[in-house]
C-alpha cells in the first residue's frame, strides 16, 4: 500500500531536549516536504527536498533541520526544541514538485502532535 | 497574505445540501489542488486541476477553476455527515518547488 510513515505519531517533550521526527515513503518519490499546522495559520511549509541531498528551506526553517540521505526518508530534527514549535507536523511526497507542469498530488502522513512544555 | 485565501472559513448545512467553498490566490499557477482533513488527521487528495483546465468532477465533487478571476471552487453534491470536514485549497505555482495552502473552510454537516 503506497503511503507516507511518519513517527512518532504523538509526543510530549521539554524545552531544549533534541528530537526527531522520522518521515518514510514507499511510493519512491522524489520530492518531499515538511509543514506545520497551526490554527489560524493553516499549512506552512517548513523545508522541502527535491531529491536525494537536495534541501531548501520553506517559509518557516528557524529552529528546524533536516536531511535527505535516502530517497525513501526524510526526517525532521529539532535541535532545541521550544514551546513555539508545538503544532502538529505533517510530512508529505509527490513524484514531482508542486510548481512542474505535470505535477501530481502530494501524499500525506498522518500527522505527528508534539507538544514542547 | 496568503496565496490561496478561502471562503467562507466556515460553513454549516444540513444533510443533502450542496455545499459550495470558494479559494482565490494571487499568482500565475501550475495547479490547484483541493484536500480534505478530518479533525486532526492526515490531509487526503481530492482533486487536482490543471491551469489549462476549467472544471472537473470526481464522484460527488466538482471543481472548477477560473485563471481570469484567479478562483476556484469547490462543489459538494447530496452532501453526507461523512463529509464532516475541514478543505483546503493548494496552489501549485509555476516553477516554484511549494505547494501553498489556503487556511480551510470548516464544512460541518447536520444529520
Known amino acids: 500500500e503506497a503511503q507516507v510513515t511518519q513517527n512518532p505519531r504523538y509526543l510530549i517533550t521539554v524545552t531544549g531536549k533534541k528530537l526527531t521526527v522520522t518521515c518514510s515513503q514507499n511510493m519512491n518519490h522524489e520530492y518531499m516536504s515538511w509543514y506545520r499546522q497551526d490554527p489560524g495559520l493553516g499549512l506552512r511549509q517548513i523545508y522541502y527536498s527535491m531529491n536525494v541531498e537536495v534541501t531548501d528551506k520553506g517559509d518557516v526553517p528557524e529552529g528546524y533541520k533536516v536531511s535527505r540521505k535516502e530517497k525513501r526518508n526524510f526526517p525532521l530534527i529539532l535541535e532545541s526544541p521550544s514551546p513555539n514549535q508545538t503544532s502538529l507536523y505533517f510530512c508529505?511526497?509527490?513524484?514531482?514538485?508542486?510548481?512542474?507542469?505535470?505535477?501530481?498530488?502530494?501524499?500525506f502522513g498522518d500527522g505527528t502532535r508534539l507538544s514542547i512544555l | 497574505s496568503q496565496q490561496g485565501e478561502e471562503d467562507p472559513q466556515a460553513l454549516s448545512i444540513q444533510e443533502g445540501e450542496n455545499a459550495t467553498m470558494n479559494c482565490s490566490y494571487k499568482?500565475?499557477?501550475?495547479?490547484l489542488q483541493w484536500y480534505r482533513q478530518n479533525s486532526g488527521r492526515g490531509l487526503v487528495h481530492l482533486i487536482l486541476i490543471r491551469s489549462n483546465e476549467r472544471e472537473k468532477h470526481s464522484g460527488r465533487l466538482r471543481v472548477t477553476l477560473d485563471t481570469s478571476k484567479k478562483s476556484s471552487s469547490l462543489l459538494i453534491t447530496a452532501s453526507r455527515a461523512a463529509d464532516t470536514a475541514s478543505y483546503f485549497c493548494?496552489?501549485?505555482?509555476?516553477?516554484?518547488?511549494?505547494?501553498?495552502f489556503g487556511q480551510g473552510t470548516r464544512l460541518t454537516i447536520n444529520p
Open positions: 508529505a511526497s509527490s513524484s514531482l514538485y508542486p510548481g512542474q507542469g505535470k505535477s501530481q498530488p502530494q501524499h
Open positions: 493548494a496552489t501549485g505555482i509555476q516553477g516554484a518547488q511549494k505547494l501553498v
Open positions: 499568482t500565475s499557477i501550475n495547479n
